[in-house]
């Protein structure tokens, strides 16, 4: 077979050429899972995850996110060893100011179950918060919860890891190939059809980011994921730069910001962000962000910026991320929806799903992030640390 054709058959396939793509095909072909496809219409990791920040983290507010993201970012420290590539990893640890006395309450019960599950983070009082991170302007800061291990490290580098891996261990990749249909007969699903030919499947598995909404569709699943874009810029050269730079978010505004080469990459959310596909950069936001900088890191007005990149959140109605199997296809599998937190969640998210594959037991219950929650009632308590 050559490097362009598609096999006419396959074990697996997995819809999504990104970090959960990608990490989903390692791991079941390291499990010893055969003919595994991975499909993704551009290239690998062009979707949000090469626009993403690269932020990695355990600090979230409930139990199944913390065991999630303490498990992935357990595996970003051993990456040079398994997969087996440099990831840039700096843990400089992530730093949330908090303004307000329920912020405050808020992370101080988050920090406590956080310390239960074994996660170093504390709470710390402002003057530490500067010492920490002293770009910042803490004028107004109440308090501020800090967790060493957490940090951030090049998005592209863990999808090369994972995919040349992956393609090692046999996984068949991909990419400029477009998903037309998913064919199903009675509750199952029997293939993918694309572009350049049919891939008839046993199992087929939504990583799909931003466009699951669609590829769900294909098969009949309703996948409330929308994508909102996000934006972030940078700074020239600091010569002043501190050599270690937490990644700080001012948590009332969203502002956040880590050391990038010998600047900054900034960025935050924008509440008045239509949902959709806009992919374009544009300048809508710089107001806001001028008056959180003129806030919070004021010295920051004095440094030249250059714009970065628009990408895009896949977001749930709870900003909590879809993992499960359908019960209609019961052969189509989903991991989606994770409102910014697929690129520090996808080294678990890959075993997670290797396991679903493979009906056996996770290392976490993640029933409580079916897509069933949104009928019945049982959905998960809304992430709030969603930066």
Known sequence: MSQSSLPTSAS????????????????????????????ERGALGSGSTCRAAGGVRAQFSDELNIAIGARSLEAFTRFRERPGQEIDLHQVGYLFLLSTQDDVAAFERDVKLQNELGVTSRMIDVAEARRLSPLTDTTGVLAAAFSPDDGHCTPESVVLGYASEARRLGAVLRT??????????????????????????????????????????????????????????????????????????DFSSTFYFHREGRGLLLGMSDPDQEPGFHLDYSEEWLPRLGAAIETRAPSLLDVGLTPGWAGLYEVTPDHNALIGRASDPANFLYATGFSGHGFLQAPAVGEIVRDLALDREPFVDVGPLGMDRFTSGAAVRPETHIV
Do not use: N, Y
């Not at 990104?18 to 595994?36: D, K």
């Not at 569709?217 to 002043?240: C, H, S």
């Open 12 to 39: 697996v396939v997995i819809v999504g050429g990104g970090v959960i793509g990608t990490s989903i095909a390692f791991h079941l072909v390291e499990a010893g899972v055969t003919e595994v496809v991975l499909l």
């Open 176 to 249: 400029g190939v477009t998903v037309l249909d998913i064919e199903t007969k009675g509750d199952r699903a029997t293939a993918v059809v694309t572009d350049r030919g049919t891939i008839e499947a046993d199992t087929v598995i939504c990583a799909a980011g931003a466009w699951s909404a669609e590829i769900g569709e294909m098969a009949g699943v309703d996948l409330p994921v929308r994508p909102v874009r996000r934006q972030v810029m940078f700074t020239e050269a600091m010569p002043d730069l501190p050599p270690v730079v937490p990644l700080t978010i």
